[in-house]
């Protein structure tokens, strides 16, 4: 996968979530059309809708950490709720969901047996 894009009705309130979970803005900003993270050698684009277009539940994306316990900290650390904390998959993840503020599932995962 090259990148995914998600939808906002809110380009501030979405950039301060993702860059306070760590992610890097290549471009784009608080009053752009788009705005693109880079996440590994993938990236995250977020597009700004206007106020009145609906936003609803379509999915979600599965984003490899290096730790899902080190990232599950950071997350609470920021007054953040998963949905769950870390647990092992029997598909061989360790993972927990949170859900962004425009309802976008996120899965935060490791692959078991990473050093």
Request: glycine share 8%; charged share 20%; hydrophobic share 45%.
């Amino acid at each position: 996968m090259s990148a995914i894009t998600l939808a906002t009705n809110n380009m501030k309130r979405s950039i301060n979530f993702y860059e306070s979970l760590g992610f890097f803005m290549l471009y784009g900003g608080n009053k752009a059309e788009l705005t693109s993270f880079k996440i590994g050698s993938s990236f995250l684009n977020i597009v700004n809708l206007s106020n009145d277009a609906p936003l609803n539940w379509w999915g979600r994306v599965i984003i490899y950490v290096e730790d899902v316990d080190v990232m599950h900290d950071r997350v609470l650390a920021l007054g953040l709720v998963p949905e769950f904390p870390p647990r092992d998959a029997r598909w061989g993840e360790r993972y927990f969901h949170l859900v962004d503020p425009d309802g976008h599932e996120l899965s935060f995962a490791q692959p078991l047996g990473w050093d």
